[in-house]
């Protein structure tokens, strides 16, 4: 008399990290269901406990007799107890009384329940069932560096979109995301098709202050490679700047050449004018001769100088920005050139005052 084998799948071997199961009739085990790696199982216990555990590999097993069985090793995930899954555990008792392909109401208990409702973001599904989403804690998730890394064709951009616009679809739903805000730096204008709402900037409509450019990015769109070679023409834009930001900015406590403060660059150009065509006395290099009424007078209907403004370097910094000035020439005996009088400064001046009124500059 033969017995009817009743017995689908059993335990075999328990190990900290896997579960081993034999599988005589694999079909009748299925039960019409798709079986591969990958795919979910649940084993029971007499105290009505589950380990979820998922296919890591398998393989067939010839008897000496000739039968077949299959052979499943799992990895263990976690428990279902009290209608909750529980990463891990070692609650099962041992033998397991039962093994059977997980059910979808299982699996979900292990994504779709693993977050509160109010803090759940979900963007995709499960590989072998699209009917269950993948959630994550949202605000956790958007504090964290995130890396979407593959091979090239992997669909790392679509995985990026898909992100992105169900944070953004999110923000109108029950999703604690009111807050979220996306700057997307898109180099090779992948992402533009994606968003058409979206607000996009290129370089027709981005308008970056110059005074936001460190100081590497500033002396290359207003200088020229050899003038930043040039110590004197280097030196003097460096210390106009620097001085022109403590000009508009008083109360910093800190200022340098490269600190993000705003300067105006018509007043560091006003005062290059003027340092390269200023003229002194020639026995007091203090008083600069300056066209204006304190510095010359009108004897018998002809222009005389008299000794100049004796101006402090803030004072003589603050006259320069102000504007363009006029300086009285040169005269034997009684005025001289200033510092630059060599001309150095002459050819960056001209460079530098053509950059400034550049359309690229306009507006910024």
């Known amino acids: 008399m033969t017995i009817p084998y009743e017995i689908k799948a059993e335990v075999i071997a328990v190990f900290p990290d896997k579960v081993k199961i034999s599988v005589q009739d694999i079909a009748a085990f299925s039960d019409g269901k798709s079986i591969k790696v990958g795919s979910y199982l649940r084993i029971s216990d007499s105290e009505d406990c589950a380990l979820i555990a998922i296919i890591e ?3 067939i097993e010839v008897t000496e007799k000739g039968d077949r069985r299959h052979i499943i090793e799992a990895l263990p995930l976690g428990i279902i107890r009290d209608g909750k899954f529980i990463r891990g555990g070692d ?3 041992i033998p ?3 093994v059977s392909p997980a059910s979808e109401a299982d699996i979900k208990k292990i994504f779709e ?9 979900a963007f995709s599904t499960l590989v072998s069932n699209s009917s269950i989403q993948i959630p994550v804690d ?5 504090n964290k560096h995130i890396a979407v890394v593959g091979s090239t064709g992997a669909g790392k951009s679509h995985t990026i979109s898909k992100i992105i616009q169900t944070a953004v679809a999110a923000k109108d739903g029950n999703y604690a995301l009111n807050n979220s805000h996306v700057v997307i730096f898109d180099i090779h204008s992948e992402y533009k ?3 058409p709402d979206a607000t996009f900037l290129d370089a027709n ?3 970056l202050p110059y005074w936001l450019l460190n100081s590497e990015e500033l002396e290359e769109i207003l200088l020229d490679t050899g003038e930043r070679d040039n110590y004197n023409q280097s030196s003097v834009f460096r210390q106009l700047v620097t001085e022109n930001k403590r000009k508009h900015n008083p109360t910093a406590k800190s200022v340098f050449y490269d600190s993000p403060l705003k300067f105006e660059i018509q007043e560091v150009l006003n005062a290059l004018h003027n340092i390269k065509s200023e003229t002194v006395n020639y026995k007091d290099e203090t008083r600069y001769m300056i066209r204006d009424d304190a510095a010359y007078k009108l004897v018998d209907g002809k222009t005389t100088t008299t000794d100049g403004l004796q101006l402090n370097t803030q004072d003589r910094l603050d006259r320069y920005f102000a504007g363009k000035l006029e300086f009285h020439p040169t005269k034997r005996e009684s005025i001289t050139n200033g510092s630059y009088a060599d001309k150095s400064l002459d050819k960056f001046f001209t460079r530098f005052e053509s950059k400034v009124a550049q359309e690229r500059l ?3």
């Open 57 to 59: 590999n398998f393989c």
């Open 91 to 93: 609650a099962l008792t």
């Open 96 to 98: 397991p009384t039962g």
């Open 113 to 121: 329940e693993s977050v509160e409702s109010s803090k759940r973001f």
């Open 138 to 142: 949202g605000n956790r998730f958007f």
């Open 193 to 195: 098709t994606a968003f």
């Open 205 to 207: 409509s981005l308008q």
């Open 362 to 364: 306009a507006g910024c």
